[in-house]
């Protein structure tokens, strides 16, 4: 009866696990599958087809692999064994599978010290992936003891990093090691030594689990040179002291760098939210990289264009930067045509300061309506010295409260910043403002009593202390709103028929007497002197006609010398000519006219300009240079915008008393279509309408020689 239960009982036993049903498929070769998954089998089973190609045995309980378990499965290619509890192997265990290529036993109890006997894996000849992670569940010090150089063909291998690594020189026989897989992280320090038993050929390097903070030492990643993927995703690494690792790396190829999510605050090793600096971006900005993700990082700070830095940017195939908590963005001195303009800049919500000094800006503005869209909640915006001298639009900036628009050409505040209700601070200063205009100041004295105060930046500007600009100057003395230099700016007065330097300051204190004829009986006085006056230069042009061009020449040659040597002038040209395209032949003829047969030197744009300089620096360069500037007016002359530019400039220089003459020819031309430009300045103009017929050209080309001397 007893040896009848002990049969009974036996059968019951093989019938549960030796001879469970398994799944058995073919896949689209025609390949074997057993699919034995999740059956509860605590040992192989011994039923299944000799030809099978793959075995799944994962999710069962299975604790050890006795000898010669799998000699029956000889054609074997993919044995998985994950999520058992598998903890011993027979030294033969995996005996007869010599066509074996992936064999994964994670999530066992496997130990790296004890648990691989020294010839378990003599029959893997062919044994190309072998993953062994998430056996090592603890942090207890294991030295490796595996036995790799039965596997010399390995070339991907998934494994725990234990607690104070030490690999030995097992690793060292993996000849054709390609990629390397850290599950389970133990460590709290990775040294520069800890892999240095590790063959160099390896190409890939994963370490994603590590939950604990890693001190790594610069050095760590010396022992793989020639590493193309590199994956530390998740791990708690901090991203300042992954990007000092990339430095054996230096002006080499890389298929992917992936630090996402790797940095988390730890005040205990002074590691805080990330500020990108072309300090810590050196050793990466070198690198060719393909693929490269810095997301999830906490970076709130990229200063001196540290984004931009990278020396290889045709390398790049997917970029994920992450700069989700971005609020500082400097990118002076960089071209904001491959910058904003082409929206390579990521959509910052929390951006709040960006900087684009020196970044060719005026362009940009001029045809680009959406270059702020990316930062649509930024509060201080600093565009200075882009030789701006108008803005059409700068986006939706809700929230902008300090706006910089110093040194550039603004001579009048552009209505697009007067839309911003928030503005809290202005800086116009080094600019070409003359004075400003009542809807401006209106603007900022709103600005000052909704928000409470004011900051007005206005240093530097060519202002001019007349009649006209009376208003401007008494809210200087009035104004509440906080101003620069104490609201005392330098200024040009006309005192005696002559304009000098002044202060708004000294003009404020005599006010009275400097617009004390600012009334209509002044232009009936000044009508009556220039009546007198011109009956007087009648007379004496009529005495003196015979002999006015030596008198002219005489004289001009020594009052011009007289005139520039007090004032410190030097001029290399005598005439500056603005034109258009439709002028070319014109311009030569007056080029033959003025250089050949008057002896002056003329400065035009296809001759005199230097090649390679900024367009608009040439030509503001090339008019302070010139003691009279000609503009040949024709119908294109309002659809050129350099056009635009030499009257603003020729303003200024007016302005400064470096410009002499300012003479309008009109060719083809109505008066009524001259720019608008010209009327701040027309008084100061010398115009004329260049006729058809030949006598009356003779005398247009006499009236603009009597007008050089």
Known sequence: MRIFIDLCIISIYLCKTVFSKCNITLDILGHKEANCKDQGLTTVPINLARDINKLDLSYNKLTRLDANIFLRYKYLEQLMLDNNAISLLHKKAFNGLS????????????????????????????LSILDISR??????????????????????????????????????????????????????????????????????????????????????????????VLNITNSNIHLTQALRILHPFQNKSMEAILFRGITYVNFKHGLDSIILTPEMMKFISTICIKSLDLSDNDIILVKNASLVLFQHPQCFENLMMGFNSLEHLDLSGISSDITIGMGRIPHLIHLKTLILKETNLYNLLQTNTTAFKFCPNIMILDISHNYIWNI?????????????????????????????ENIAELDLSHNQFTTIGKKTLDWIHTQHEKIGTFKLFLNDNPFICSCSTTAFLRWILTTKVKLDNNGNYSCWVAVDSRNHINYTKNIAEDFHNYFVNCDPILWIRLGISLLVSVLSSLICITLLYNFRWRIIFFFFRNLRRFAEKGLNLTFDYDVYVSYSDDCVCFVKEVQQKIENEWGFKICIEDRDFIVGESIATERATSINKCRHIVFVVSPSTAENEWSRFEIERAKYEKFSQNLQKIVVITKDIALENIP?????????????????????????WQKLRLWFF
């Open 676 to 700: 608008v430009e010209f009327s701040i300045i027309w008084k100061d103009v010398l115009l004329i309408q260049w006729p058809v017929e030949k006598d009356e050209v003779q005398m247009a």
């Open 392 to 420: 059409k639009t700068l986006g939706q900036l809700h929230n902008l409260r300090l706006l910089n628009l110093s040194h550039n050409l603004l001579d009048n505040v552009p209505m697009v910043v007067t839309k911003f």
């Open 135 to 228: 056996n090592m569940k603890t942090r207890e010090f294991n030295p490796y003891r595996i036995p790799f150089s039965e596997i010399g063909n390995l070339r991907e291998l998934s494994i725990d990093l234990v607690f104070n690594a030490t690999f030995g020189q097992e690793f060292k026989k993996l000849i054709n090691l390609q990629t390397l897989r850290f599950d389970y992280c133990h460590v709290n320090f990775l040294y520069n030594g800890t892999f240095s038993e590790m063959p160099v050929h390896i190409k890939e390097f994963h370490m994603t689990t590590c939950e604990d903070f890693v001190v790594v030492e610069i050095g760590v990643l010396v022992p793989f040179p020639r590493l193309k």
């Open 99 to 126: 066509l074996l290529s992936y064999l994964s036993m994670s999530n066992n109890n496997l130990n790296l010290s004890e648990s691989y006997p020294t010839e378990v894996f003599e029959s893997l000849k062919n």
